[in-house]
Nanobody, 115 residues
Framework: QVQLVESGGGLVQAGGSLRLSCAAS????????MGWYRQAPGKQRELVAA???????NYADSVKGRFTISRDNAKNTVYLQMNSLKSEDTAVYYC?????????WGQGTQVTVSS
């Protein structure tokens, strides 16, 4: 069984910063990709940022220049540094990890940006 433990969410004022972390443990295989998604109330879950094992990185247009994804492969951990936060960044953020056998999701962490 694979476990993803997220941390780092919270309440922040607009213009502030937060750093999310997600650590994968358990029977995780060789990780192909790690990323972050978010879901705001009444909206579909959307990709925020993703990092592949080949070094590719993708960002949603809405977060480019403000968010940075990074990973520590030795720790099976992915991070999301979020700067210049806006009220529209308010959502539940989910970690996603893919190995050769499947996709796994974290439990979600709430990020609330007050204007």
């Amino acid at each position: 069984q694979v476990q993803l433990v997220e941390s780092g969410g919270g309440l922040v004022q607009a213009g502030g910063s937060l750093r999310l972390s997600c650590a994968a443990s358990g029977s995780i295989g060789s990780i192909n990709a790690m990323g972050w998604y978010r879901q705001a109330p009444g909206k579909q879950r959307e990709l925020v940022a993703a990092s592949t094992s080949g070094g590719g990185i993708n960002y949603a247009d809405s977060v480019k220049g403000r968010f940075t994804i990074s990973r520590d492969n030795a720790k099976n951990t992915v991070y999301l540094q979020m700067n210049s936060l806006k009220s529209e960044d308010t959502a539940v953020y989910y970690c996603n990890v893919a190995d050769g056998r499947g996709w796994y999701w974290g439990q979600g962490t709430q990020v609330t940006v007050s204007s």
